[in-house]
C-alpha cells in the first residue's frame, strides 16, 4: 500500500524557517518525481516545488531562492526545506509523487501539513 506522510509543519513567526519532509512507502521511490502542493483557504491547490528522479529541482517564481526541495533516497524522503517565510506561505502544504513510468492519474498525495506564518 502506499503511503506519503508528511512532517514538519507548524507555527512561525515572518522571516523564520522550517524543514518540510515527506516519507515514502509502498513505491519505488528512486523512479518517482516528487514535489510539494500548496493550498490556501479558498484557493486552489498550487505547486510549489518539484524534483524529478534524477533530482532537478523546479521552484514556482514566489518561492525561488527561499525554498529548497531535495530528496534523500536512501530514506525515501523528499524535504521542503523553507527560509524567510512570510504570511503569504501559509496554506496546507501536500506531497505529491508520481512514477516515471506511469501518466497523468497515477498520482499519489500525501494528508498535507498545516504550516502558518503569523506573528
Known amino acids: 500500500q502506499v503511503h506519503l506522510v508528511e512532517f514538519g509543519g507548524g507555527l512561525v513567526q515572518p522571516g523564520g524557517s522550517l524543514r518540510l519532509s515527506c516519507v515514502a512507502s509502498?513505491?519505488?521511490?528512486?523512479?518517482?518525481?516528487m514535489a510539494w502542493y500548496r493550498q490556501a483557504p479558498g484557493e486552489e491547490r498550487k505547486l510549489v516545488a518539484g524534483i524529478t528522479s534524477g533530482s532537478t529541482p523546479v521552484y514556482q517564481p514566489s518561492v525561488k531562492g527561499r525554498f529548497t526541495i531535495s530528496r534523500d533516497n536512501a530514506k525515501n524522503t523528499t524535504y521542503l526545506q523553507m527560509t524567510n517565510l512570510q504570511p503569504e506561505d501559509t496554506a496546507v502544504y501536500y506531497c505529491w509523487g508520481r512514477s516515471d513510468y506511469d501518466g497523468p492519474g497515477a498520482e499519489k498525495w500525501g494528508q498535507g501539513t498545516q504550516v502558518t506564518v503569523s506573528s
Open positions: 509502498g513505491i519505488p521511490f528512486s523512479v518517482y518525481g
